[in-house]
């Protein structure tokens, strides 16, 4: 069975670890971030909507706040089933940022206040899509992804000893570390043994420059399109 090394934060990656087996896949997990709460306030608004990119948005609130009664608008079905727990109704969901502005651009002919649950290290496409159209943002970062210390022993003897086919990266900052990571460890020539798989070419570039090889990138920047090319490529 293929070994296919994980990198997400290990809330997420539980969930890609079972997409994985299902394919066939053994994975392999080693998280290069830590997720933590930062205890930001929520402020009351009034917001027309709020906005949430990701579950961790929404599950690292701080419960001791009032939560505004707006509806949620959210990327990924993941992240609505979180807000729907906490009581929200959620309206827009799509499948990635791009399309959720999309949606909301159309939905809000008129300039709207909008409260955006984020995390602290982004890209800031939809605040800056919404802002050109005309939106106001409140932008609350719930909560911060820390770096790790080192990859674990188990991804670093797999990596030595070539026993990886695949590394899926998530995003341009986790693969980053990624590479310093693995320096660290002596290992940056077994990662030219064995293949890259990116969300994107924005998260492909530090990968590309570093270790000068070609990262296949997915077709469309969502998990479902980077495991479609993982089945294809490995």
Known sequence: MKRVLVLRAREDAGHT??????????????????????????????????????????????????LPSAPLHAVGARTAKAAEKLGWRTYLVAGNSASLL????????????????????????????????????????????QAASALSQEARE???????????????????IFLQLAHDAGLTDSLRQTQHLALSKDVAAPLERELGVRAHVAETPDEQHLLALLAEKV
């Not at 409260?115 to 970062?141: C, F, K, M, Q």
């Not at 797999?158 to 980053?176: D, F, P, Q």
């Open 17 to 66: 670890a079972e997409k994985l087996r299902a394919m066939g896949f053994e994975p392999l997990v080693s998280p290069v971030l830590e997720i933590v709460a930062t205890g930001a306030a929520i402020p009351q608004g009034p917001f027309d909507a709020v906005l949430s990119t990701s579950a961790k948005g929404v599950n690292h609130l701080d419960a001791s706040h009032a």
């Open 102 to 145: 999309a949606l909301i651009n159309a939905r809000y002919r008129a300039p709207a206040k909008f409260l955006y649950l984020a995390g602290r290290d982004r890209r800031d496409d939809l605040e800056t899509g919404l802002r050109a159209a005309g939106h106001e943002v409140v932008t609350v970062e719930t909560y911060a992804a």
């Open 158 to 176: 797999a990596l030595s000893n070539g026993e990886v086919a695949a590394v899926l990266h998530y995003s341009r900052r986790s693969a980053k």
